[in-house]
């Protein structure tokens, strides 16, 4: 079974930092590709940044600059480094994993940590 834990979220002043953490269970890790997404009230959820296990790296226009996303293969794990932040980037963060197997799709979530930026 595939389990995703996040930690790390919280509340934080404009231009401050959080690092959020995201443990993998299960044998997929090395195999998926990592992502992080994010949905704010009112909002769909959108994907913040994605790392597949050649080490490249996508981020959305808004985060460019001031989140990186990084995976630790032995500790299963990924994470999302997010500097400067704003008020727009309050949401709800979620890990996702998704890759396949026997060539069937599988797409696996945590269960979410709250972002709060706010004076």
């Known amino acids: 079974q595939v389990q995703l834990v996040e930690s790390g979220g919280g509340l934080v002043q404009p231009g401050g930092s959080l690092r959020l953490s995201c443990a993998a269970s299960?044998?997929?890790?090395?195999?998926?590709?990592m992502g992080w997404y994010r949905q704010a009230p009112g909002k769909q959820r959108e994907l913040v940044a994605r790392?597949?296990?050649?080490?490249?790296?996508n981020y959305a226009d808004s985060v460019k600059g001031r989140f990186t996303i990084s995976s630790d293969n032995a500790e299963n794990t990924v994470y999302l480094q997010m500097n400067s932040l704003k008020p727009e980037d309050t949401a709800v963060y979620y890990c996702?994993?998704?890759?396949?197997?026997?060539?069937?799709?599988?797409?696996?979530w945590g269960q979410g940590t709250q972002v709060t930026v706010s004076s």
């Open positions: 299960g044998s997929i890790f090395s195999r998926s590709t």
């Open positions: 996702n994993a998704r890759g396949t197997i026997a060539f069937v799709p599988y797409d696996y």
């Open positions: 790392i597949i296990s050649g080490g490249s790296t």
